[in-house]
């Protein structure tokens, strides 16, 4: 129902005198290539890629870093084999042969989940308040600055581990908590 001096609720006289600024001309240039979005599109794929690599690189890097393998190995025997023994005589797995000089460190399977979870400590802790900082001060910021001190903490990684499983955890956190909740702001970056 319109009010009495003619107008409504959702404007009022002064709306239409001015509103007459045009926003957009017609010698706007269009992008040569591709269209911001587009753009935008292939670095976030890019700083993914990134990201996905920072997180995973100690789980690939532990199969090598830990000595968990018996230097006599395993036999595979049975008391009564059902399918004779392949012709050599020796079936057993090979320990990996380290170049010399590499460190081996004795982590046990709960010390190496814990290693590797440790990541996702920090990185649920920056959940909610990278959230709150991208929709409050931009995302774009955020993400540069994260993945940039996520890979400087990578580079730390062997001089922590040999400081102690402690101080790996302590580093693995940081990386995580370095992300500031990376999935939240790239949904941040897309709005703005």
Known sequence: ?????????????????????????????????????????VLMFFGFSVVYGLRVNLS??????????????????????????????????????????TPQYSWDSQTQGWLLGSFFFGYLCTQIPGGYLAGHYGGKIFLGLGVFGTALLTLLTPLAAGLGSHWLFALRALEGFGEVGFHLLDVKTWKT
């Open 1 to 41: 129902m319109p009010l009495p001096n003619g107008c409504s609720i959702n404007n009022n006289a002064s709306d239409e005198s001015d509103d007459t600024e045009v926003l957009l001309t017609k010698d706007a240039v269009p992008p040569q290539c591709c269209s911001a979005r587009l753009n935008l599109a």
């Open 60 to 101: 690939v890097a532990m199969v090598a870093m830990v000595n968990s393998t018996d230097l006599a190995g395993d036999r595979n025997a049975t008391a009564s084999p059902a399918c004779p023994l392949p012709s050599g005589g020796d079936n057993a797995s090979r320990a990996l042969q380290q170049p010399d000089g």
